[in-house]
Nanobody, 123 residues
Framework: VQLHASGGGLVQAGGSLRLSCAASGRAFSSYSMGWFCQAPGREREIVAAITRSGSGLYYADSVKGRFTISRDNAKNTVYLQMNSLKPGDTAVYYC?????????????????WGQGTLVTVSS
């Protein structure tokens, strides 16, 4: 599966962005999906993940109540709605996929990656 992330940009603190990750190739509905972020000098960290059916969700503590992950299997797309953004959310955001029924928290568990989209939150 090939993944293409988009939707990043520059936003003021308190603002919102919606990231999209479009998939092509094998059946998108077979894949659990994750969003990760990586700030300069830091490791890639989980932000949110969703099972292939959309019924199972995982959020990092730092984004609970602010970010929402969702997917549209008919459009082969996973989304990350980001609200109440903070300067600390500034990072490159990556989408990732693994053919599985469950979600995974660690980057090493995902097999396919998008190219990343930069989110910059100004104070």
């Amino acid at each position: 599966v090939q993944l293409h992330a988009s939707g990043g940009g520059l936003v003021q603190a308190g603002g919102s962005l919606r990231l999209s990750c479009a998939a092509s190739g094998r059946a998108f509905s077979s894949y659990s999906m994750g969003w990760f972020c990586q700030a300069p000098g830091r490791e890639r960290e989980i932000v949110a993940a969703i099972t292939r059916s959309g019924s199972g969700l995982y959020y990092a503590d730092s984004v609970k109540g602010r970010f929402t992950i969702s997917r549209d299997n008919a459009k082969n797309t996973v989304y990350l709605q980001m609200n109440s953004l903070k300067p600390g959310d500034t990072a490159v955001y990556y989408c990732a996929a693994r053919e599985s029924a469950i979600v995974y928290r660690w980057a090493k568990d995902y097999d396919y990656w998008g190219q990343g989209t930069l989110v910059t939150v100004s104070s």
